[in-house]
C-alpha cells in the first residue's frame, strides 16, 4: 500500500486521538505508579514526646552506660552514655543495634515445652506457674534420689546478683556444679590468684598507660572491651605507644604504631624473651623485685632442694632461641623490650579472644609488668576484687546438699587433674560423652552462654547435650541452646530488666553498673532472678528458707541497701574509697610477696612441669598431621560481627563487608602468597578442613594475615534465633576443638591445623 | 522596637573525617540505620541488595606482609556544591525536583514522595552515595516499634541517600527560633554519624562559620576530598597523613602527585 499525505495524517492524527482517549495507558501508568511506589504500605512510626533514660547495656560483658531515646513507650534509639565512667559516651554497633533484638522476631515470648523432638522446633506455650513446677518438680525428684549434685548451672557472671543467685540455690540444693561461661578472663584471674594471692579481676589501667603491650588482645575488635578502649584510645597521649602483637593486622594491629606479628601461639615465650632481656639488662624495677617479690633468684624450698627461680628459668629465653621460635627478628625483640623497660608507665596485657587461655602465658606477661614495677600503680596492672555487695548471708543446709556440694564438679575443676582452675565449661562433652551408662548430669540450667554455639566442636557438644535429660534455657531469645532444651523460661530483654553488671573486664576502676527497665516487658517473660528465687520457693524447706526474698527486684534492693537510690539514679557507682593496695599490703601469697615462683600452684600428680611458667608453644589440634592439613585455621573477632552466645543482628551483618560475608558465604583470609601455594584465587569457593571438622567457605587475598593461616570471623554460621540471623557464614567454634591446657584445664584451643581446598 | 525577622546567614555545613583515628567499628553505620529508619532485608549478607546512607570501606596499602597497612574509609553523601553552587552532579539530572540543593545550608536534599524512580540521579553520583529501594521495606514482628518518627519511612522504588540528618538541623533550628537566636551552635545540630562515632574521627559543623572545628580542620594541610578533580566540590573533607591512603581517594596516573591535580584544577577554574 501506498503511503500518501493524507493516509499519513489520518494515521497520525487517528493514533493521537485513540491514545488519548483509550484508558489503557493512563491506567498502565497509574498501575506502575502504585506498584513503584506502595505508599500505604509504608508504616508511619507514632509520634510524640521524646525523652532520654540511661541504663546500662547488657549486650555482652562490657558494662557501657547507654541512653536510650524514647518515643511515648517506644525505645527508639540507643546512644552512649555521657559521663559514664566506662566508655565515657561511645558506643558500638551492637549495642546500637540491640533494639532489633528488644523487637525482633528471635524473642522467646512466653514460656515454652518442647513437644516434639529435641531441636524439632515444636513447643507448646505453657503458663509460668506450670514451667516453675515443671523445673521444681525435676529437681525435686533428683533431690529425693539423693543426686543433686547431677545438676549444672552455666552463668554468664558469678560477679553479679543472678549468678549469686544461681550459686546459692545450687549450694542450697547440693550441687557444686555452678559453670561460668568462658573468658579470657579466667586465665588472667588465675595468674593473679597464683603470683598475688588474690581473688581479684585483672585491671588494666589502659587510660594512663604511656606504652602498652598488647598480646594479641582485640582491644577495638570485641565488643567486650570496645565501647571502653575507643574512649580510651581516642584520650590517649600522642606520645603514648600501642604494640600488638598478631599475627594478622586486625583493627586493633592497624591502629597501633607497632605490629608485630608473632608465630600464633607463641606470645608466652615472647614474652619471657622479652624477659630475658630486662633481667639480663637490669633494666627491671629492683625495687620491687628485691623487696616485694618472691622466686626470682633460685632459693631452697622446705625440704632443703633447691628452687630454680624466674630468672634463671629465663636462660632458656635468649633473643636468638626466642626469635626462631616467635619468627621474630632477634633484634626487634630487644629493642621492645628494652623500649617497654625504658618507658614512663609500661604495660603489657594480655587476654586472647575466643579461649580461656593459657595460665603459663598470663603468668608470663604478668610478671613483665611485676619487671617494671607497675603492679597496682598508675598505668599498670590493678587487682579489682570482687564486687563488696554480694557476700553469703547465714543459710542453713541439710545433709543432702552438704553432701551434695561436696561431689567432685562435672567439669572437673578443682579436681586433682585440674587443682587451681575454677570453671571449665568446654570439658563438659568429653565428660559426659565417656561416661558409663548412666547419666553423669541429669540436669542442665542455661542462664548464660548459648553452650551449644559456643563450645568448640559442637558436634561433641550436642552429643553430650542428647545424654542430658532435661535441659531448661533462660534465653530471652530463640538461640541454638534455647533451641535444643526442654523448657524455656525466657528472660526479659535487658532493656525491661534490672540487673547489676559487674566492672568489665579489664577495667582499671571497680564499677558498678545497674541495667534498669526502659521499656515495659513485651512479652510474657519472666526475669531470670525471679524464676530462680520462684523455684527456691518450690522446693524443701532449708532451701525455702535461703531464698527469703519477695522477689528479684526486693532482692537487689536489700542487697545494696542504702546504695540502692543512688544505683537506681545514676546506673552507676564507682567505688570511691578504693586505692590499689600498696606493695606492702597488695599480695595475699604464702610469702606476702608478689610470687615469680608460685608456690601456691597446684600441679597435676602426673605433670612433669615445674610450677614456673615455662611457656612453650600452645598445642594446636592436629599438629601430627602437617602434610594432611598444612594450613592453621585461627578465628578472630571483629566488632562489626558478635563473637558469642548472641548473634549479629540486621544492622550488624550490614556493616560487615562483602570481602567478609556475601550471599550467605562466609569468606576466610589468607596470604597471597598462601593462596598461590594452594591454588586458589580471590572469591573461590573452598573447603576448610581442620581436624574436627569441615566447612565450605570462600577466599579473600589479604596481604595482612601471616603466610600460612587461614582466618575466619567468630560469630557467624547461627542456625537459630530467626531467619533475619541464621544461615549466614559457618560457626568458627565448630571447627575447633577444646584443649584443656595440661597445667590448668583451661581451654587454650584458639586454633586448629587445617586444609583448604578448591571446592 | 520589635524584633526584626532575620535571615540567618548562609551556612554550608561539612564533615571533616580524620581518617587516621577511624577504626573501622562501624558504629556510625548502625546509629545512622537507627537514627534514619534505612531498612533491612532477610538476608543481609546479600550485599548487591544492602542499602547503607553511610558506608566504611576498608583499603589497604597492598605492601606484602608484614609491612601491610590498612584504612578505614567512611562514605556518607558528599554533599557536594557543584562547579558552580547549587548544582551537584544529582540535582542536575533529577527530572522530578525530588533532589534538590538547598540554598541556606548547603545539604542536597531526597524528598521520596516526588522521586519516581528514573535513577538518573544514581548513574549521575560519581561517590556511589544513592540507592534504589528495589522492594517495599518490611519490619518484622514488633520491629516497626523502634523506628524514629522524625524520618519518613522511604517506599520502593524511590532513591534513598544521607541527608546530613536534615531533620535534626530542622529540630535545631526550630529550638533556635523558638528561643529567639538566630544562630545554632555546633553541638546543637550534629549528624548521627559523627555523634555516634566513638574515637571522634568524624567531625560535623558548619564550613563557613569559623568558630566551628571543621572550618579549621578542613583547611587544614592534609585535608582532601574524594576525586577531586571532578569539580563536584564536595562538603565531606578527609585527613590523612598517609600518602598511599591519599592516592587511593583519586585516580591519579602513576607520576601525578595529589598537588599537581590541585594546581591543574585551580589553573583550569581561572581560565574558565
Known amino acids: 500500500m501506498k503511503i500518501d499525505r493524507r493516509c499519513f495524517l489520518s494515521l497520525v492524527i487517528g493514533g493521537a486521538v485513540g491514545t488519548t482517549l483509550t484508558p489503557v495507558p493512563w491506567k498502565l501508568t497509574d498501575d506502575i505508579a502504585i506498584w513503584s511506589q506502595n ?10 514526646p521524646s525523652k532520654y533514660e540511661n541504663t546500662v547495656c547488657a549486650m555482652c560483658q562490657g558494662g557501657c552506660g547507654i541512653t536510650v531515646r524514647k518515643i511515648k513507650q517506644r525505645a527508639v534509639k540507643i546512644e552512649g552514655m555521657s559521663g559514664h565512667p566506662v566508655n565515657k559516651g561511645s558506643v558500638c554497633p551492637m549495642g546500637i543495634s540491640s533494639l532489633q533484638y528488644l523487637y525482633g522476631p528471635s524473642r522467646v515470648k512466653s514460656p515454652m515445652k518442647r513437644t516434639g523432638k529435641r531441636g524439632e522446633g515444636k513447643w507448646e506455650k505453657i503458663s509460668w506457674d506450670d514451667a516453675i513446677a515443671e523445673v521444681s518438680d525435676k529437681l525435686k525428684e533428683l533431690r529425693n534420689q539423693e543426686e543433686p549434685h547431677k545438676v549444672a548451672c552455666t552463668a554468664d557472671s558469678d560477679r553479679n546478683t543472678v549468678g549469686y543467685l544461681f550459686d546459692r540455690f545450687l549450694a542450697a540444693y547440693g550441687s557444686p556444679n555452678f559453670i561460668r561461661t568462658p573468658s579470657s578472663e579466667d586465665a588472667n584471674e588465675l595468674a593473679l590468684y597464683l603470683a598475688q594471692g588474690r581473688n581479684a579481676t585483672v585491671g588494666w589501667d589502659i587510660e594512663n598507660a604511656d606504652f602498652i603491650l ?36 586486625s583493627d586493633t594491629a592497624a591502629q597501633s604504631k607497632r605490629w608485630i606479628p608473632a608465630k600464633p601461639g607463641t606470645e608466652g615465650v615472647l614474652a619471657l624473651g622479652l624477659a630475658h632481656v630486662i633481667v639480663k639488662d637490669k633494666l ?159 540436669v542442665l540450667l542455661v542462664a548464660g552462654g548459648n553452650p551449644l554455639y559456643t563450645i568448640p566442636d559442637t558436634e561433641a557438644a550436642k552429643k553430650a547435650f542428647d545424654r542430658i535429660p532435661f535441659i531448661v534455657s533462660f534465653s530471652p531469645f530463640m538461640d541454638e541452646t534455647a533451641e535444643y532444651a526442654d523448657l524455656i523460661l525466657p528472660n526479659h ?36 532472678g525471679d524464676a530462680v528465687i520462684s523455684i527456691a520457693k518450690n522446693m524443701d524447706e532449708f532451701i525455702r528458707e535461703a531464698f527469703p526474698w519477695d522477689d528479684y527486684r526486693d532482692f537487689l534492693e536489700q542487697t545494696f541497701s542504702d546504695r540502692w537510690k543512688s544505683l537506681e539514679k545514676e546506673v552507676y557507682s564507682v567505688r570511691k574509697d578504693f586505692t590499689p593496695a600498696d606493695w606492702e599490703d597488695a599480695f595475699d601469697t604464702p610469702s606476702k610477696k ?37 594450613l592453621l585455621f585461627v578465628p578472630y573477632v571483629s ?88 544461615g549466614k557464614g559457618e560457626n568458627a567454634y565448630s571447627l575447633l576443638e577444646a584443649v584443656s591446657d595440661p597445667a590448668s584445664g583451661l581451654n587454650t584451643g584458639w586454633g586448629s591445623r587445617a586444609s583448604l581446598s578448591r571446592a | 522596637m520589635a524584633k526584626k525577622a532575620q535571615h540567618t546567614a548562609t551556612k554550608r555545613y561539612g564533615m571533616v573525617i580524620d581518617l587516621d583515628k577511624c577504626t573501622g567499628c562501624g558504629a556510625c553505620m548502625v546509629a545512622c540505620y537507627s537514627e534514619n529508619n534505612v531498612p533491612f532485608r532477610e538476608d543481609e549478607s546479600d550485599k548487591m541488595l544492602s542499602l547503607n546512607w553511610i558506608q566504611v570501606f576498608k583499603v589497604d596499602n597492598q605492601k606484602p606482609f608484614p609491612d601491610t597497612e590498612v584504612c578505614y574509609i567512611p562514605k556518607p553523601c558528599m554533599q557536594c556544591d557543584g562547579d558552580h553552587v547549587g548544582h551537584p552532579p544529582c540535582v542536575s539530572v533529577c527530572p522530578a525536583v525530588a533532589t534538590d540543593y538547598d540554598q541556606p545550608t548547603g545539604i542536597v536534599s531526597q524528598i521520596s514522595p516526588r522521586c519516581f524512580g528514573c535513577r538518573y540521579c544514581m548513574a549521575a553520583c560519581p561517590y556511589h552515595a544513592r540507592q534504589f529501594n528495589w522492594w517495599d521495606p518490611v519490619w518484622p514482628a514488633e520491629m516497626k516499634q523502634y523506628l524514629n518518627p522524625d524520618v519518613s519511612v522511604r517506599m520502593r522504588g524511590v532513591i534513598e541517600k544521607c541527608s546530613f540528618c536534615y531533620h535534626r538541623y530542622q529540630k535545631a533550628r526550630n529550638k533556635a527560633y523558638m528561643e529567639g537566636r538566630d544562630e545554632i551552635p555546633e ?11 566513638p574515637v571522634n574521627a568524624i567531625t560535623f559543623g558548619d564550613l563557613l562559620n569559623d568558630e566551628h572545628e571543621v572550618h579549621k580542620l578542613s583547611k587544614g594541610k592534609n585535608a582532601f576530598r574524594l576525586l577531586e578533580r571532578l569539580n563536584t566540590n564536595p562538603k565531606v573533607y578527609y585527613t590523612t597523613t598517609k600518602d598511599w591512603v591519599r592516592r587511593i581517594t583519586d585516580n591519579y596516573l602513576e607520576n601525578e602527585t595529589p598537588g599537581d591535580v590541585e594546581k591543574a584544577r585551580k589553573a583550569q577554574k581561572a581560565s574558565h
Not at chain 1, 39 to 48: I, N, Q, S
Not at chain 1, 233 to 240: N, T
Not at chain 1, 502 to 526: I, N
Not at chain 1, 686 to 710: D, N, Q, W, Y
Open chain 1, 639 to 726: 566488632v562489626r560481627i558478635a563473637e558469642g552466645a548472641i548473634a549479629n543482628p540486621p544492622f550488624m551483618t550490614k556493616t560487615v563487608d562483602d570481602t567478609v560475608i556475601k550471599e550467605g558465604e562466609v569468606f576466610v583470609e589468607i596470604n597471597p602468597e598462601t593462596a598461590k601455594e594452594n591454588d586458589l584465587s580471590e572469591g573461590d569457593s573452598a573447603v576448610l578442613k581442620t581436624s574436627s571438622a569441615e566447612a565450605r567457605v570462600r577466599v579473600h587475598l589479604f596481604e595482612g594475615i601471616m603466610p600460612g593461616l587461614v582466618a575466619m570471623p567468630a560469630g557467624l554460621g547461627h542456625t537459630a534465633f530467626s531467619d533475619y540471623i541464621s
Open chain 1, 493 to 528: 530483654h535487658f532493656l525491661e530488666r534490672y540487673e547489676d553488671i559487674p566492672t568489665p573486664r579489664g577495667y582499671a576502676k571497680p564499677v558498678t553498673g545497674l541495667a534498669r527497665p526502659v521499656v515495659d516487658p513485651q512479652h510474657d517473660t519472666m526475669h531470670t
Open chain 1, 284 to 442: 627491671y624495677d629492683s625495687d620491687f623485685v628485691k623487696n616485694y617479690s618472691s622466686g626470682f633468684e633460685d632459693s631452697e624450698d622446705e625440704d632443703g632442694n633447691t628452687r630454680k627461680g624466674f630468672k634463671s628459668l629465663l636462660e632458656d629465653y635468649s633473643p636468638a632461641s626466642v626469635a626462631e621460635t616467635t619468627g621474630i627478628d632477634k633484634a626487634k625483640i630487644i629493642t621492645l623490650a628494652r623500649d617497654f623497660a625504658g618507658a614512663g608507665r609500661p604495660l603489657a596485657i594480655c587476654g586472647r579472644p575466643i579461649v580461656q587461655g593459657s595460665v603459663d602465658e598470663a603468668l608470663a606477661i604478668h610478671a613483665l609488668n611485676a619487671l617494671v614495677g607497675n603492679i597496682n600503680k598508675k598505668g599498670g596492672m590493678v587487682a579489682i576484687p570482687e564486687p563488696d555487695y554480694l557476700g553469703w548471708s547465714e543459710m542453713q543446709r541439710d545433709e543432702t546438699a552438704s553432701k551434695g556440694r561436696q561431689q567432685p564438679r562435672i567439669d572437673g575443676a578443682g579436681t586433682d587433674r585440674f587443682p587451681n582452675a575454677r570453671h571449665l565449661l568446654h570439658r563438659l562433652p568429653e565428660e559426659i560423652n565417656s561416661a558409663g551408662d548412666k547419666a553423669p548430669l541429669q
Open chain 1, 214 to 249: 598488647s598480646f594479641g588482645v582485640p582491644l577495638m575488635d570485641s565488643p567486650d572491651s570496645a565501647g571502653r578502649m575507643f574512649s580510651a584510645y581516642s584520650a590517649l597521649d600522642e606520645k603514648a605507644e600501642l604494640v600488638q602483637i598478631e599475627p594478622r593486622l
Open chain 2, 187 to 197: 553541638d546543637e545540630y550534629q549528624t548521627a554519624c559523627a555523634e555516634a562515632c
Open chain 1, 39 to 48: 505508599w500505604p504500605w509504608t508504616p508511619v512510626p507514632e509520634d510524640g
Open chain 1, 594 to 630: 608478689y610470687e615469680f615462683y608460685p608456690t601456691s600452684r597446684q600441679m597435676p600428680p602426673d605433670s612433669e612441669r615445674d610450677r614456673l611458667p615455662a611457656c612453650r608453644p600452645l598445642e594446636i589440634p592436629g599438629d601430627g598431621d602437617s602434610k594432611e592439613l598444612p
